[in-house]
């Protein structure tokens, strides 16, 4: 007799609309993959309609174009320039508004509320990221109330990778292609010639109780056999790697490594980087007042260490050059996150490395400053 | 590798070391090496133990301090002719700013431990180094001092 | 749902600044002045820890990270020596009596005055960086007997910038606490030390095993003298050093004030030297 596992389940590819309908009824906003301006990009949908279905994605450092595939695949592609990040923290929310009264002034915390979304199609680094960001934003001594609240109603159907791109490299980082846990619901979508289906693995009560309004059948021995073996084979294919053995350590020593002149030459500060990234998250805020100056505002924006006034104090910016700034950004996110955190900042998404103008490769730049550690900036060129 | 003869004619042919003896500039090729730095290159850093100091062949050096928000601040420099580095002489033999090349540049670079060992057996040798470099610290301390009337500044 | 990590959520989050009442203004020097502020609890006061700073709002202007420089001992007195340098301090300077701000904190460590008990204290200050640690001077006078020999190195750009220039008089009036002023340069009706601080620092008679050194003011200032008290054989780990960054959020959120591995507006502004040592010597980090 076959040992079939209590949580793990099948939905048919006709099925499966009524999993996101099911998630509407409940009166959760869904968000998920759709096309739009020649890219994947995560926005609101209703139904499978709005997912990019037999589209696929090729990405290189500095490039990334949309095909046709060959099929209908709801989800056969990887991760595009948005994160889960736009819809946890906010790109821009006003954090409170202040009034002027006879003897002073009034401030109102921003009480907006706060829509209840379902996170359709987020990739186990995705899952990953969401959870490093929960840590930054909420696992400290202040919380990020607002960041706190979307969170806390959010429903995430994670999709199992069944392909790798060029620029990932979650197996290096130990954030895919695979998640075990952390989700609501979890789906690996099986399709060739004969079937298109999803293998649903639950993750929790909430999960469950979603899954139960929809036609499901117990998935078999065979079945979560293929979607293991679609996700080792993903695992296989991976188009970067990174060593993060001792890696804090190697970047904190390495300071003053030629390899940041080097990158500093071909960084442009845009920014690309931070902005496609799910675990950054710095933030900077701007005060403002109606042209009557009665009423005052703060809102917090995103920010990015590349900016130039990132870094201002009295005088200048402690981060004058590109090379500075770049050095930051990888410390920060590869090194310096692991004593602020606990982790890496780092999930190996790869989208840093498709979406830098100039094809900036992270895991190049870490293997560079390996392959020469302790080398430093401008020592003598030759002794004659 | 340079051959140690033409190392001892470029010693003796640059401007610092006119009027030194034969073999005051023997001992100087013995603690002597060429170098040469790249545009941007350190010579020093502040902090650094002051083990090594130069004579200009060609090209330029900064010295400059860092000084947080306002960047790097360069406050001398050194160019062809001149002797780079006076911390060597002084204990406790740490350089007190950067030393940064601004351009390609040629330098002799001596090994100031060598030195100070060969000062110390050496008194003449001590006072033909000193009759050169105490010159050049007053004059630099008079250029410091006029930089910080800050004549050009509003009030 | 998936589960999510940390406590229940506060009430208003830290981000929202209480409105107080400034109640004196006192100009200081020709940039810099000392605002008096009510503190936002009425019954408590804003009790912090020398060395600790907060966020003062000016209603829809903007916001700055100031260090309190009020006695500790005095809660219900806010206080903070501004230098009007940006879009901020310059108009709050015309603030007066009545006029409201707004105040989140305090945040930050504060200086080691526990480490310190029974130690020789050092103090070694270059402009405004005399304001971070008045309060740490109020308490180490009201509980004078823990603590051993006391010195003050201030350095000045000119006498006329000398801040709390009677405190420091009557300070070095004293007989229990050594002060030492010095400026970089003045006219000619100036009969004190001329010069850079780092040079005050010859006359320190303290037991260097057993002395604590806390210092502030520029960074490079920091960087020469923390180098001349390890010429006097005053180790790293004796030394505390307060530094400044970019700060917004002041709890650690926003990103902007890293600093090596830490963020200053938790991890700091107070810092043991040994600790932070790497970093001062790293341009631009």
């Known amino acids: 007799m076959q040992d079939m596992d209590r949580s793990r389940f099948i939905v048919t590819r006709n099925d499966f609309n009524a999993l996101l309908t099911a998630l509407r009824d409940d009166g959760y906003s869904l968000a998920g993959p759709t096309l739009r301006d020649e890219a994947i990009l995560y926005d609101a949908i209703k139904g499978v309609e709005d997912l990019p279905a037999g589209w696929t994605d090729e990405q290189e450092a500095g490039r990334y174009r949309l095909r046709r595939r060959d099929d209908n695949a709801l989800f056969g592609y990887n ?24 003897n002073g002034f009034n401030v109102e915390a921003s009480d907006d509320a706060t829509p209840r979304m379902a996170f359709i199609g987020v990739r186990p680094c995705e899952l990953k990221a969401i959870a490093v960001q929960d840590r930054v934003l909420c696992g400290g001594d202040h919380i990020d109330t607002d960041y706190a609240r979307r969170r806390e109603q959010v429903f995430i159907m994670t999709v199992q990778c069944t392909q790798a791109g060029n620029t990932c490299f979650c197996v290096s980082m130990q954030t895919g292609p695979r998640a075990d846990k952390g989700f609501d619901l979890a789906v690996t979508e099986i399709i060739d010639a004969d079937r298109h289906e999803f293998v649903i693995e639950t993750g929790s009560d909430a999960g469950a109780e979603m899954l139960a309004r929809v036609p499901h059948r117990p998935a078999s021995e065979a079945d979560w056999k293929k979607a293991q073996d679609a996700t080792q084979h993903t695992a296989a294919q991976m188009g970067r790697q990174m060593d993060t053995g001792g890696i804090k350590e190697l970047l904190y ?86 004593d602020q955190f606990g982790s890496s900042g780092c999930v190996g998404c790869g989208r840093c490395i498709t979406w830098c103008p100039v094809g900036i490769d992270i895991t190049e730049e870490v293997a560079a400053i390996r392959a020469n550690d302790g080398s430093s900036t401008g020592q003598e060129v030759a002794d004659k | 590798m340079s051959n140690i003869h033409d190392l001892a004619q470029i010693i003796r042919e640059h401007p610092f070391s006119q009027g030194m003896s034969d073999e005051h500039i023997q001992l100087l090729t013995g603690c002597a090496k060429n170098t040469h730095f790249s545009d941007g290159a350190y010579l020093f850093r502040e902090g650094d133990d002051a083990d090594t100091f130069y004579w200009i062949r060609a090209g330029k050096v900064a010295m400059e301090f860092h000084a947080p928000p306002r960047g790097t601040l360069q406050i001398d420099c050194r160019k062809a002719g001149e002797a780079l580095g006076w911390s060597w002489i002084v204990e406790p033999y740490r350089w007190f700013c950067d030393a940064r090349a601004l351009e390609d540049t040629r330098a002799l670079a001596f090994d100031a431990t060598c030195l100070r060992g060969k000062m110390e057996s050496d008194l003449q040798l001590a006072c033909a180094l000193y009759r050169r470099f105490v010159p050049l610290m007053y004059r630099g301390l008079q250029r410091t001092q006029l930089q910080l009337l800050d004549v050009y500044g509003g009030n | 749902m998936a ?91 015309d603030m007066q009596r009545g006029s409201v701000l707004g105040v989140r904190g305090p945040f930050g460590t504060g200086w080691p005055v526990r480490e310190a008990r029974g130690k020789d204290v050092v103090l070694v200050a270059g402009g405004i960086g005399l304001a971070p640690l008045r309060p740490l001077i109020c308490h180490l006078l009201k509980r004078r007997e823990d603590y051993g020999h006391i010195s003050i190195f201030y350095g000045a750009r000119s006498p006329a910038d000398i801040l709390y220039r009677k405190e420091l008089e009557s300070w070095g009036g004293r007989f229990d606490i050594d002060v030492s002023v010095i400026v970089d340069h003045a006219a000619s009706d100036w009969y004190g030390d001329v010069g850079v601080v780092t040079t005050l620092l010859c006359k320190l008679r303290c037991d260097a095993g057993n002395t604590i050194v806390m210092t502030c003011g520029p960074e490079i200032m920091m960087r020469f003298v923390t180098r001349e008290l390890n010429h006097l054989n005053i180790a790293d780990e004796q030394i505390y050093v307060s530094m400044e960054r970019n700060m917004q959020c002041a709890v650690g959120m926003c990103g902007h004030c890293q600093y090596g591995p830490g963020f200053v507006c938790k991890d700091g502004p107070v810092y043991r030297l040994d600790r932070i040592k790497p970093f001062l010597g790293i341009r631009e980090i």
């Open chain 3, 3 to 93: 589960q999510l990590p940390g406590a229940a959520l506060p009430a208003k989050g830290p981000m929202v600044p209480h409105p107080v009442a400034v109640r004196h203004l006192q100009r200081e020097t020709h940039d810099t002045y000392t605002l008096t502020l009510d503190p936002p609890d009425p019954d408590q006061g804003l009790p912090f820890t020398p060395g600790q700073f907060t966020m003062l709002y000016l209603f829809g202007i903007g916001e700055v990270p100031i260090s309190i420089s009020g006695d500790p001992a005095s809660p219900m007195q806010l206080v903070h020596t501004i230098r009007a340098v940006g879009n901020v301090t310059r108009p709050m300077q």
């Open chain 1, 253 to 338: 020593r390495n300071a003053e490594h030629p390899r940041w002149d080097e990158v500093a030459a071909r960084c442009l500060a845009c920014t690309n980087c931070t902005m496609v990234c799910p675990t950054c998250f710095c933030t900077t805020v701007e005060d403002t007042t109606d042209l009557a100056g009665d009423t005052a505002e703060r809102v917090q924006r995103w920010d990015s260490c590349f900016n130039s006034r990132y870094s201002y104090i009295h005088g200048g910016n402690i981060r004058q050059s590109t090379r500075s700034r770049y050095r930051q950004w990888l410390t920060h996110k590869i090194a310096s996150w692991h």
């Open chain 1, 79 to 102: 991760v595009g320039p948005h994160s889960w990040r736009k819809f946890l923290q906010q790109p821009s929310l006003t954090l409170w508004r202040a009034k002027k009264t006879d």
